[in-house]
């Protein structure tokens, strides 16, 4: 009802508007729609005849600019990539501290945007945008020193969410002559909006303080206080007419003052791919409608807000690439509806996967694209770029990083042409496993060289389920010779159940570093004495010698993660064989406020301790900005160490011999000296023998700080650029990761990648079979025979002295719960970034007297149990605990302690709850089911409650079991089952937790936990 009202009651405020104008569009059709009820089924009716006139009207659109801009947002820490403690799903293309400048580094300095702004000039952009800050007028005044002629766009948020306008900046920018301008006045992008008379006032004030007019370009994802035409459309297919009239003249009062409007929501299907139909059947003719306006044709810019993908950090996918299709739908739009201008969003977000910028997985295929895209609009003649292989054609392939079970597998090769001459070539392709059988053969696939082409081959998953890995093999009949191109080519890892990364490659041939020599050996896997069965090591040799010299050189596994980095200058003396290198980490848990930190810290019995820090450029305090090289300190002479906690990760790395290790003991003393804990001191003291078990151990105090030591898997910083062509090392990896596809992979200083053939490193072989359960669209839910011994059966062990507050599992490192929170640490950086977007943030945040930390308590038989006070407390798991589109099942025990009281025991969640909860009201067990899309406004596509006749006994030790076979759900407690149908993707969740959420029961109490938990289990199988 309340939205009705809304609508009533904009139609009244809208009238003045629309009788005001020099003329009223679709006059029959609004008469027609004043005598209905809004919503109404002749509202949706009288919607499809209104959508009809306005794509008409949209079709009748000029372009406002000769040629459509399109603007990068480059974010002020462009460069600053040789970090990899933040978990990257990829990194620049041209990384390196060398490149940013010289003692101290800094992302800031003028070598860095040199680097940026040619980059620029290789996809043809003359624009970039900016929020208008410090960093702001930096890059004014090196395009000022470099002679530059782009053109930069202030960035604006008019509700201030990125900070309130100052004056004397805005004064800069009126005088600048690099600024960006439309028909004499400044250009301004935004990304928020404020309702038209707050955003009127707002474009008054940009005027003031610049002096200038302002040409602002109103963002619009979204009117606020009114549904969106996205949640009509994406439940009925329709929008109705009040709707589409409202938006029509909304979006009309603000071109009476704004230089344009742009849409800057991304839509997208339930599989996380853009929703095409919505862009040309309704959003977009709409603001083309608008801008296409007698008044306003040809004179107000028609924008749209564009990204290659939008992939948060731990495989919660929002917008997937989908190859290349995503950012080529992009391109298509504008094409189709005359667009005048395209934020691209965005220039180097490394962990989002949204970034235009030339990386490692994707290196200068977004850079073909859009530089055959500008040409095309600016009339210039096609070419390839410089220094390339013109004996390949310029073909990109493009594929998953990781598959999983389910839908089928994809390989994208799109022809960008490069040249007028129509020139024909074939293509045939190859998809070979892990034991070099050919389990595809595409034939031959025609392109031509001057022709914008694509050709996405499907295989289904019954074909490829039993490889370990999918690897492309490509014939290449071009201008008369036939090439053979298999190794140099990035490859798919094949998990049956469950990935943490859901990013595509997009291989340029022509950015294939082929080596002339490349030897490499990759030893048998073997177990650590004394360690847990999941920790391994690998031998690796290799002996390499490439064309061009070497930025990295990285063994890397399941092609997302680092597991070592080639460094002949032994920074972190991680080369010395006589050594151990550790890393000492603070973190904050849930962002809870404590202040900055001062500890001592020292190794007992470990004289040969070392660790590392770097100089700082204090004037720059925004982010880190440091010394070329690492700085080595003794650490018994430079034991104080100061940080402020937070949800980022705050590490030291440390070195120590080897033959100290089993006597050494490591103490942590600290004080808070600012915040709300000032005065408050902890310590916390660890023998380091006991890392040989886990490799890992933590510990979290009550008030939400958590100090972690742990023997590295990788390196928090690439090494500085190798700029040789040359490479021979012996090494030995580590990694809690017990099975994976291992492989090489170089970097040129030129922007060339090269991946050597994988490896497989798994578990003995298996003759049982088992079944995993998946969905995939049109088959629905099906069984697929997988072995057995493939498909992950996690059971956490309940030990405080294996890893401290970490629930260690012989599953392997990436499925480690974290007793108290969730962060990078127990995961090994796999699969998180901070704890930002988890349960943590998300559901349980931070109160006055909540409990972190359940207590470990030990039982009569001389086993171990987590004890919940009720209080807040709870277990992070991670999110490749739980499949993203497969049956399982959950097992655990526990022991409530007031079974009166309505409590969660475990969730899956994101933002929200999405996927399944497990709770009890009035004293019995209810499953909650959140089926969840990928994203849009609306990201509930339902929501089903399970009421069972279950309840759980107080004070003893009950036994729940938890199955969901795709099609039912199946509760068990204590031998009796309930059965539920249920069916879709809970696929959207990114972590789970036990213990509670936060949320409030109907009875008033907070949903935590109250009892003890002594197992937890989850096997990726309904069978």
């Given at each position: 009802?309340?939205?009705?009202?809304?609508?009533l009651?904009f139609?009244?405020?809208l009238?003045v508007?629309?009788s005001?104008a020099?003329?009223?569009?679709?006059?029959?059709?609004?008469?027609?729609?004043?005598?209905i009820k809004?919503?109404?089924?002749?509202?949706?009716?009288?919607?499809?005849?209104?959508?009809a006139?306005?794509?008409?009207?949209?079709?009748?659109?000029i372009?406002?600019?000769?040629?459509?801009i399109?603007?990068?947002?480059?974010?002020?820490?462009?460069?600053?990539?040789w970090?990899?403690?933040?978990?990257?799903?990829d990194?620049?293309l041209?990384c390196?501290?060398?490149?940013w400048?010289?003692?101290?580094v800094?992302?800031?300095?003028?070598?860095?945007?040199?680097?940026?702004?040619?980059?620029?000039d290789?996809?043809?952009?003359k624009?970039f945008n900016?929020?208008v800050?410090?960093?702001?007028?930096r890059?004014?005044?090196?395009l000022?020193?470099?002679n530059s002629?782009l053109?930069?766009?202030p960035?604006?948020?008019?509700d201030?969410?990125?900070?309130?306008l100052?004056?004397?900046?805005m004064?800069?920018?009126?005088?600048?002559?690099?600024?960006?301008?439309h028909?004499?006045?400044?250009?301004?992008l935004?990304?928020?909006?404020?309702?038209?008379?707050?955003?009127r006032e707002?474009?008054?004030?940009?005027?003031k303080m610049t002096?200038?007019?302002?040409?602002?370009?109103?963002?619009?994802g979204?009117?606020r206080d009114?549904?969106d035409?996205?949640?009509?459309?994406n439940?009925t297919?329709?929008?109705p007419?009040?709707?589409?009239?409202?938006?029509?003249?909304?979006?009309?009062q603000?071109?009476?003052?704004?230089?344009?409007?742009?849409f800057?929501n991304?839509?997208?299907?339930?599989?996380?791919?853009?929703?095409?139909s919505y862009?040309?059947?309704?959003?977009?003719?709409?603001?083309?409608?608008i801008c296409?306006?007698?008044?306003?044709?040809?004179?107000?810019?028609c924008?749209l807000?564009?990204?290659?993908?939008?992939?948060n950090?731990?495989?919660?996918?929002?917008l997937?690439a989908?190859?290349?299709?995503?950012?080529r739908?992009?391109l298509?739009?504008?094409?189709?509806?005359?667009l005048?201008?395209?934020?691209a969003?965005?220039?180097d977000?490394?962990?989002?996967d949204s970034h235009?910028?030339?990386?490692?997985?994707?290196p200068?295929?977004?850079?073909r694209?859009l530089?055959?895209?500008?040409?095309?609009?600016n009339?210039?003649?096609l070419t390839p770029n410089?220094g390339d292989?013109?004996?390949l054609?310029?073909l990109?392939i493009?594929?998953r990083?990781?598959?999983?079970?389910?839908?089928d597998?994809t390989l994208e090769?799109?022809?960008?042409?490069d040249?007028?001459?129509?020139?024909?070539?074939?293509?045939m392709?190859?998809?070979?496993?892990?034991?070099?059988q050919i389990?595809?053969?595409?034939?031959?696939?025609?392109f031509?060289?001057?022709l914008?082409t694509d050709h996405?081959?499907s295989i289904p998953?019954?074909?490829w389920i039993?490889s370990?890995?999918?690897?492309t093999?490509?014939t290449?009949?071009?201008?008369?010779?036939r090439?053979?191109?298999?190794?140099?080519?990035?490859?798919t890892?094949?998990?049956p159940?469950t990935?943490?990364?859901?990013t595509?490659?997009?291989t340029p041939?022509?950015?294939i570093?082929?080596?002339?020599k490349?030897?490499?050996a990759f030893?048998?896997a073997?177990?650590?004495a004394?360690?847990?069965?999941?920790r391994?090591?690998?031998?690796?040799?290799?002996d390499?010698?490439?064309?061009e010299k070497?930025?990295?050189?990285?063994?890397v596994?399941?092609?997302r993660?680092?597991?070592?980095?080639?460094?002949?200058?032994n920074e972190?003396?991680?080369?010395?064989?006589?050594r151990q290198?550790l890393?000492?980490?603070?973190?904050?848990?849930?962002m809870?406020?404590?202040?900055k930190?001062?500890?001592?810290?020292r190794?007992?019995?470990?004289?040969?301790?070392?660790?590392?820090?770097h100089?700082?450029d204090?004037?720059?305090?925004?982010?880190?900005?440091?010394?070329?090289?690492?700085l080595e300190?003794?650490?018994?002479?430079?034991?104080?160490?100061?940080?402020t906690?937070?949800?980022?990760?705050r590490?030291?790395?440390?070195?120590?011999?080897?033959?100290?290790?089993?006597?050494?003991?490591l103490?942590?003393?600290?004080?808070?000296?600012?915040g709300?804990?000032?005065g408050k001191?902890f310590?916390?003291?660890?023998?380091?023998?006991?890392?040989?078990?886990?490799?890992?151990?933590?510990?979290?105090?009550?008030?939400?700080?958590?100090?972690?030591i742990?023997?590295?898997?990788?390196?928090?910083i690439?090494?500085?650029?190798l700029n040789?062509?040359?490479?021979?090392?012996?090494?030995?990896l580590?990694?809690?990761y017990?099975?994976?596809?291992?492989?090489l992979?170089?970097?040129?200083?030129?922007?060339?990648v090269?991946w050597?053939?994988?490896?497989?490193?798994?578990?003995?072989?298996?003759?049982e079979?088992g079944?995993?359960?998946?969905?995939a669209d049109p088959?629905g839910?099906y069984?697929?025979p997988?072995?057995?011994?493939?498909?992950?059966?996690?059971r956490?062990?309940?030990d405080?002295?294996?890893?401290?507050n970490i629930?260690t599992?012989?599953?392997?490192r990436?499925?480690?719960?974290?007793?108290?929170?969730?962060?990078l640490?127990p995961?090994?950086?796999?699969?998180?970034?901070c704890?930002?977007?988890?349960?943590?943030?998300?559901?349980i945040?931070?109160?006055?007297g909540r409990?972190?930390v359940?207590?470990?308590?030990?039982?009569?038989?001389?086993?171990?149990c987590l004890?919940?006070?009720?209080?807040?407390?709870?277990?992070g798991?991670p999110p490749?605990l739980f499949p993203?589109?497969?049956?399982y099942?959950v097992?655990?025990?526990?022991m409530?302690?007031?079974?009166?009281r309505?409590?969660?025991y475990f969730?899956h969640?994101?933002?929200d709850?999405a996927?399944?909860?497990?709770?009890?009201?009035?004293c019995?067990?209810?499953l909650?089911?959140?089926?969840?899309?990928?994203?849009?406004?609306?990201?509930?596509e339902s929501?089903?409650?399970?009421?069972?006749?279950?309840?759980?006994?107080?004070?003893k030790?009950?036994?729940?079991?938890?199955k969901y076979?795709?099609?039912?759900v199946?509760?068990?407690?204590n031998?009796k089952t309930?059965?539920?149908p249920?069916?879709?993707l809970?696929?959207?969740?990114?972590?789970?937790g036990?213990?509670g959420?936060?949320?409030?029961?109907?009875?008033g109490?907070?949903?935590?936990?109250?009892?003890k938990?002594?197992s937890f289990?989850v096997?990726?199988?309904?069978?």
């Open positions: 009802m309340k939205k009705v009202v809304s609508l009651l139609a009244a405020a009238s508007a629309v005001a020099e003329k009223v569009y679709f006059k029959e059709i609004r008469e027609k729609a004043a005598k809004p919503l109404s089924p002749e509202d949706f009716q009288l919607g499809r005849e209104l959508m006139e306005v794509r008409k009207l949209a079709a009748k659109k372009p406002a600019v000769s040629a459509p399109i603007s990068f947002e480059s974010l002020s820490s462009a460069g600053r990539m970090y990899t403690d933040h978990n990257y799903t990194r620049q041209f390196g501290r060398d490149k400048g010289s003692e101290p800094s992302q800031f300095q003028r070598a860095s945007h040199k680097k940026t702004f040619e980059i620029f290789l996809y043809g952009i624009t900016s929020f800050g410090e960093h702001f007028l890059y004014c005044d090196s000022e020193a470099l002629d053109k930069i766009i960035t604006v948020t008019p201030g969410q990125n900070g309130k100052d004056p004397e900046r004064k800069r920018v009126g005088q600048s002559p690099h600024i960006m301008r028909n004499g006045g400044i250009l301004y935004c990304w928020t909006w404020l309702n038209i008379s707050k955003s707002f474009v008054k004030q940009l005027e002096g200038h007019p302002a040409a602002f370009i109103y963002s619009c979204t009117v009114l549904e035409p996205y949640v009509f459309w439940k297919r329709e929008v007419a009040t709707t589409i009239l409202y938006w029509f003249d909304y979006l009309t603000i071109l009476e003052f704004s230089a344009g409007v742009e800057s991304r839509m997208t299907t339930a599989e996380g791919n853009l929703d095409i862009y040309y059947d309704i959003i977009m003719p709409l603001f083309a409608a296409a306006q007698d008044k306003y044709n040809g004179k107000k810019l924008g807000e564009i990204l290659t993908g939008y992939n950090y731990r495989g919660r996918q929002r997937s989908n190859g290349t299709k995503t950012l739908q992009y298509a739009i504008a094409d189709y509806f005359k005048d201008i395209l934020k969003f965005e220039w977000e490394y962990n989002e235009f910028q030339p990386t490692v997985n994707k200068m295929a977004y850079q694209i530089k055959y895209w500008n040409d095309r609009n009339q210039k003649p410089k292989d013109l004996s054609p310029n990109i493009s594929h990083k990781q598959v999983v079970a389910g839908p597998y090769l799109l022809q960008v042409p040249s007028s001459e129509a020139e024909k070539f074939t293509v392709v190859e998809i070979l496993n892990d034991k070099n389990i595809y053969n595409s034939g031959e696939l025609t031509f060289r001057s914008f996405t081959l998953a019954f074909r039993d370990r890995v999918l690897i093999r490509l290449i009949d071009y201008q008369g010779k090439r053979v191109i298999q190794e140099g080519l990035p490859f890892v094949v998990r159940s990935i943490c990364d859901t595509w490659y997009s041939l022509r950015n570093l082929f080596p002339k490349s030897s490499v030893g048998k073997v177990n650590p004394g360690a847990l069965p999941e391994i090591e690998l031998p690796l040799s290799a390499l010698e490439f064309p070497l930025n990295t050189l990285e063994a596994q399941n092609g993660d680092t597991r070592f980095s080639y460094d002949p200058q972190y003396r991680q080369n010395d064989i006589d290198s890393i000492l980490s603070f973190y904050r848990l849930e809870k406020p404590g202040g930190i001062r500890t001592n810290v190794i007992d019995n470990a004289p040969s301790a070392v660790w590392f820090t100089v700082m204090k004037k720059i305090p925004y982010m880190s900005n440091v010394a070329l090289k690492s300190l003794p650490l018994d002479k430079n034991p104080e160490y100061s940080t906690p937070t949800s980022w990760r590490a030291r790395n440390i070195s120590i011999k080897k033959s100290e290790m089993d006597k050494a003991v103490h942590v003393d600290g004080e808070y000296v600012s709300p804990d000032k001191k310590s916390w003291s660890l023998p380091l023998a006991k890392l040989k078990s886990a490799g890992v151990f933590n510990k979290i105090f009550e008030d939400g700080l958590q100090i972690a742990e023997i590295p898997q990788r390196m928090d690439l090494p500085l650029p040789t062509d040359t490479a021979a090392f012996e090494t030995v580590h990694t809690g017990p099975d994976g596809i291992f492989a992979r170089a970097v040129s200083m030129e922007g060339k090269w050597s053939a994988p490896y497989t490193v798994k578990k003995d072989n298996s003759s079979i079944v995993v359960t998946v969905s088959l839910a069984e697929l997988v072995e057995k011994n493939r498909i992950p059966h996690i956490y062990r309940f405080p002295g294996i890893a401290g629930l599992a012989s599953a392997g990436e499925f480690y719960g974290n007793v108290g929170g969730y962060d640490v995961t090994g950086y796999e699969g998180y970034h704890s930002v977007y988890s349960i943590p943030y998300s559901f945040r931070w109160q006055a409990k972190f359940p207590e470990y308590e030990k039982l009569a038989d001389g086993s171990w004890n919940f006070s009720g209080k807040g407390e709870f277990v798991f490749s993203q589109r497969a049956g099942q097992k655990f025990e526990f409530p302690f007031d079974v009166d309505d409590q969660v969730t969640a994101e933002r709850i996927g399944f909860r497990l709770r009890t009201e009035d019995r067990l209810v909650d089911f959140y089926r969840r899309q990928a994203g849009g406004v609306d990201s509930t929501k089903k409650v399970f009421k069972t006749n279950l309840d759980p006994e107080e004070g030790w009950n036994k729940i079991e938890f076979d795709m099609k039912k199946y509760i068990t407690l031998g309930e059965s539920f249920c069916s879709g809970s696929r959207w969740f990114a972590v789970g036990f213990g959420d936060g949320t409030k029961s109907k009875n109490n907070l949903h935590y936990f109250k009892g938990l002594k289990e096997i990726h199988s309904a069978k």
